[in-house]
């Protein structure tokens, strides 16, 4: 209760089993008293591109474009663009960061990605010999919740597409854990596309039940062994 | 010699480590007498957003929109828009596709994976169950040419940033290896950006070294046992 979430969403159509994910965790974290934002990147023609565009005013050398010095420089000096600075308020003020999306080509959505890429920067989420458990977004939880298109056999370890926790990896730790954010288990939905309407509700249901008590969960121990074991 | 090659590039400036690179590439693979191709998607303004309007005309369900059903139905009768049937004929043709960038966030930066999202598409590199060593994309190979920030004691077994195939997976295995396209050893130059000119001269010199009898190489056995043993 007070607690402020901020679902980052990745899905074009509110339809969808994602949209229908998204609205549960809306619906229940407000339920329970939170502040809940939402930033719909699809909805909102999210720029993935990282470019010149994304600094306001004179580059720091515009000889040669370096996007993570000028992002940098911008950050320190208040210079970026208004869409970065209005998602990195949102960061700032949540307690816990939802990652809602289809899982595509074992990653994220290249939106997800962009936002990633352009709101993280050093200065903001990180900064010289500032990261992982030195990062600077401590105190803060993450959660990343998608859907996959293959079944759990298919993401085990003996799977063709082996353990599901190979592709957690640049998530989880490559980018939450570098900026010091703590990850809860992530949330799968395997395949929901071929289950049936019985078993789909099932899933959302165990969504509902899950975010009833999550605040209780402890983070998952961001080690190496937890991924690859 | 006759070979043609696929160069799908991801650097905003022509004067980075990373221009540098393709700069090498396109000019020794040239005078082997290939023929090469740059997509280079910063200066093309790649769009890296997978939406409706990658669809001409129709959509096969308009009332729930599904971006994977809709790119596949409209691969079947001819309806991608013009930029994604400009680049699979790029990579119909092609016999190797080198992808060239900096790693953001232990991974390809989002416009890079925006252009696996979108060009990829069922029907074209993969379908049911035509996937893995029975993808689409066969008698084709890639390899992965990127730059870090990290050093190599970084992204080693022990180092904070884990082995750096751990990485290579989504991109080698859950993308290029799905689609068929066999994996050449990955091209890796880590931290130019905090090496003395001296040594960033010898990482370049080693890509022209490579390039030279690149056409000899076999390709990486593509099983969990290469990633993570």
New interface residues.
């Given amino acids: 209760p007070g607690k402020k979430v901020l679902i980052v969403y990745a899905h ?2 509110p ?2 089993f994602n949209g229908s994910l998204l609205k549960i965790a809306v619906e229940e974290l407000t339920k329970q008293g939170c502040s809940v934002t939402v930033s719909d990147l ?1 909805a909102m ?2 720029e ?5 565009n994304d600094i306001v005013g004179h580059l720091h050398n515009s ?6 010095v000028e992002t940098w420089e911008a950050y320190k000096r208040g210079g970026l663009s208004k869409d970065l600075v209005e998602e990195q308020r949102k960061v700032q003020e949540a307690d816990l960061l939802i990652f809602q999306f289809p899982l ?8 997800l ?2 936002w ?3 709101v ?1 920067v050093q200065g903001f989420a990180y900064d010289l010999s500032k990261s ?1 458990d030195g990062g600077l977004l401590q105190d803060k939880l993450s959660l990343f919740s998608f859907t996959t ?1 293959g079944t759990k056999e298919m993401y085990s ?1 003996e799977g ?3 353990d599901i926790r ?2 957690l ?3 989880q ?3 939450m854990h ?1 900026c010091g954010v703590k990850v809860l288990e992530p949330h799968i939905c395997y395949a929901p ?1 071929h289950a049936s309407e019985e078993k789909r509700k099932e899933m959302l249901a165990a969504w509902t039940q899950r975010l009833k008590t999550l605040w209780k969960e402890e983070p998952i121990d961001c080690s ?1 062994e937890w ?2 074991k």
């Fill in positions: 074009q159509e339809k969808s699809y023609q999210f993935p591109r990282a470019t010149r000889e040669e474009f370096n996007y993570g595509f080509w074992f990653n994220m959505p290249a939106i990605k962009g990633m890429d352009r993280l992982y298109g370890k063709i597409g082996g190979y592709i990896w640049p998530m730790h490559g980018i570098f596309a190496p991924y690859f």
